[in-house]
């Protein structure tokens, strides 16, 4: 009896942890992500939000480059984006979608604005996506 006085407290931990781990597993698959979104999330947001900003983060040389362009994409190169990074607030209320060749230097850019508070997500992929869904 005063080995069952001691293991129900253990059984207790651990059936709470339990539950506790597998309802953080299944609500992680509905948890929205606050710092990427998909090239397919981007195209949508192009139709269906009309005050989006899409800010592009490689250099000027690389937007007539090899993946081009989107459309009226305001540019301000990751090198300066610190520096630069005043000349957005009149977006600071808008969504505003962070995108460079791959998906790498468009992170250093997103992490600049969300920690200056703008509602900025990186784009993952980058160009090289965005075109390859594209075409």
Do not use: W
Request: aromatic share 6%.
């Amino acid at each position: 009896m005063k080995k069952l006085i001691y293991l129900l407290p253990i059984i207790f931990v651990l059936t709470t942890l339990t539950v506790s781990c597998q309802s953080k597993v299944e609500d992680k698959g509905n948890v929205k992500d606050n710092f990427n979104m998909t090239v397919e999330e981007l195209v949508i947001a192009m139709d269906s939000d009309t005050s989006l900003v899409i800010l592009d983060v490689r250099t000027p040389p690389e937007l007539v480059g090899e993946h081009g362009q989107i459309e009226g994409v305001i540019n301000i190169p990751v090198q300066v984006i610190e520096k630069r990074v005043s000349e957005l607030e009149k977006y600071k209320h808008q969504n505003i979608a962070v995108i460079c060749r791959s998906g790498n230097r468009s992170v250093f850019g997103t992490k600049v604005l969300q920690k200056n508070g703008y509602k900025a997500k990186n784009v993952m992929g980058g160009m090289k996506a965005y075109n390859k869904i594209k075409k």
